[in-house]
């Protein structure tokens, strides 16, 4: 069906938009418009478009020809509007990041492999190849699903060639593995400092507590700033873990994690001022852990270094990988290794003074894996 819409243009002339709408299933299949000076001339086109895309054969055609001209930006809109399950904060970024790029404007019908290696090698003038794989990996969602799900001509193919290449290249590439640990005598300086900050301003971040439960739960600052007293199970010392880390998808990724003794005197050492067991948010601990770092002149340790630490920690006490993978939440030894940097036999944490001082009267019992 048409419609004409006047409008006044910024020189006082009068424009009339002649718009034709074509519905099949009830939704719009095709819409197309065009302006005009007169409302005859606007009038003859709607009834001549009308009359020629009655004709299957030249509707198809319109229909492929509007396909053909939506924008990667579009395709990237349509994805995250329909899509039912909730896009995570780090890939809601990148596909808001790549909308505001030059390549986002083109046709889908003419992005090559050759446009999108030259998206990574600009990413790579700034980030580091792990973050432009990020950035690929997100956009390769959007290849994968445009044609058959809505019949917009973005190849598929040619963003796997690009992979290909950008790798070839070096513009993408896998993290760099850590190995680094915090010594007990690095740790002995943050939680004496953190302590310290708390004793002058105590409505600031537990840090101390914090940084010990990273350690002996194994967890990260994102998953700690979520855990919820609804979710402890004390009796079977665990913990339900939600929204977990995951390469496919972390929302609803809801995961029992057990929890070591250690872990579960500091939690019942927290007040219950809030749902929330550590009611601080994972960037106030990550800038916290930063400055704490940079001010004591610790360098190269980073808070999820921690973890490394906590999972290394259980393997150099004899446990085993089932065990371990209980508490880290680890799906395979593939990924459980990397965390694993073995420096000693036995407890690292052994009689450590500060487990006492942070849990007080919550007396730890020697660490068993569960049986």
């Not at 910024?10 to 007169?38: H, M, S």
């Not at 190849?155 to 590439?173: H, I, M, N, S, W």
């Not at 001022?273 to 106030?284: G, K, L, N, V, W």
Request: charged share 30%; hydrophobic share 40%; proline share 5%.
């Amino acid at each position: 069906m048409g419609t004409i819409i006047e409008r006044k243009r910024k020189n006082g002339t009068i424009a009339y938009l002649a718009q034709v709408v074509l519905y099949r299933d009830g939704r719009p299949a095709i819409r197309q418009a065009q302006t005009f000076d007169r409302r005859p001339a606007a009038k003859a086109w709607i009834a001549r478009r009308e009359a020629e895309l009655s004709d299957p054969a030249m509707l198809e055609k319109a229909k492929a020809e509007q396909m053909a001209s939506i924008s990667l930006s579009d395709a990237i809109e349509r994805y995250i509007t329909q899509s039912r399950r909730p896009l995570g904060r780090t890939k809601m970024q990148v596909l808001r990041s790549i909308q505001a790029l030059e390549l986002a404007e083109q046709d889908c019908s003419k992005i090559t492999s050759s446009d999108v290696v030259e998206l990574a090698r600009a990413l790579s003038s700034t980030r580091k190849p792990q973050t432009v794989a990020n950035y690929l990996s997100h956009l390769g969602s959007i290849f994968a699903i445009a044609r058959p799900a809505w019949g917009i001509p973005l190849d598929p193919q040619a963003a796997e060639d690009a992979f290909k290449v950008c790798r070839q290249l070096g513009y993408t590439g896998k993290s760099k593995e850590r190995d680094r640990r915090p010594s007990l005598a690095e740790l002995d300086r943050l939680l004496q400092h953190f302590v310290g900050i708390r004793a002058r301003r105590p409505d600031t971040t537990p840090m101390a507590d914090i940084t010990a439960f990273a350690i002996f739960s194994t967890r990260r600052q994102d998953e700690i700033s979520r855990l919820a007293w609804r979710d402890l199970d004390i009796d079977g010392n665990r913990i339900f873990v939600r929204d977990m880390k995951h390469p496919g998808d972390k929302l609803g990724n809801n995961v029992w994690c057990d929890l070591t003794p250690e872990a579960v005197a500091i939690i019942e050492a927290q007040p219950k001022t809030s749902e929330r067991i550590f009611p601080h948010s994972a960037i106030a601990i990550s800038a916290a852990f930063t400055r704490a770092c940079q001010f004591l002149e610790i360098e190269d340790l980073h808070f999820h270094d921690l973890r490394h630490d906590g999972v290394s920690r259980l393997f150099e006490m004899g446990w085993n990988i089932p065990h371990v993978a209980a508490v880290s939440a680890h799906r395979s030894w593939g990924s459980l290794k990397r965390y694993t940097h073995l420096r000693q036999t036995g407890d690292k944490y052994d009689g450590w003074r500060w487990l006492e001082i942070l849990i007080g009267r919550h007396k730890a019992p020697p660490v068993r894996p569960r049986s």
